[in-house]
């Protein structure tokens, strides 16, 4: 079994990674290769839910 991994990220920064990919996809559609990779991170992206938590210093 694999292990999870959970990012938090702000909206600057979610906006950023998406835009990142889509360059990416973009690029590699230009190249002629395929794309299943980075799509199935930008599904896994858009479908991710916002979540709200606290975040406590000591």
């Not at 991994?5 to 950023?16: A, P, S, T, V």
């Not at 395929?34 to 938590?53: H, L, N, R």
């Amino acid at each position: 079994m694999r292990d999870k991994y959970y990012i938090n990220l702000n909206d600057k920064e979610y906006f950023n990674a998406l835009s990142s990919l889509v360059s990416k996809r973009n690029k590699l559609i230009q190249s002629g290769k395929y794309t299943d990779g980075v799509d199935e991170v930008i599904m896994k992206m858009k479908k991710s839910k916002k979540k709200k938590f606290r975040v406590s210093y000591i």
